[in-house]
């Protein structure tokens, strides 16, 4: 699983919401996790992927490009 993102938009997610996109790609591991359509903007459609890291429940944005998961 390959995952890409913006490096500021991490570091704005990690003061805002105490995890990074580095941590957040821990979220796929959960084996109970959801993923719901979310939203389609342009041609694109995003997903929110619900899941239980270190206790805590995240709710992750992301969209496919180029069979990499963008958060």
Same mark, same amino acid.
């Given at each position: 699983?390959?995952?890409?993102? =913006?490096? &500021? /938009?991490?570091?704005? &997610? /990690? =003061?805002?919401?105490?995890? =990074?996109?580095?941590?957040?790609? &821990?979220?796929?591991?959960?084996?109970?996790?959801?993923?719901?359509?979310?939203?389609?903007?342009?041609?694109?459609?995003?997903?929110?992927?619900?899941?239980?890291? /270190? &206790?805590?429940?995240?709710?992750?944005?992301?969209?496919?490009?180029?069979?990499?998961?963008?958060?």
């Amino acid at each position: 699983m390959k995952f890409e993102y =913006d490096g &500021n /938009k991490s570091l704005i &997610n /990690k =003061d805002k919401h105490g995890i =990074d996109f580095v941590d957040a790609q &821990n979220l796929w591991q959960d084996e109970d996790a959801l993923i719901v359509p979310a939203s389609i903007i342009g041609e694109e459609t995003r997903y929110a992927l619900i899941s239980i890291f /270190k &206790n805590k429940c995240y709710t992750a944005i992301f969209t496919l490009r180029d069979d990499m998961y963008r958060i």
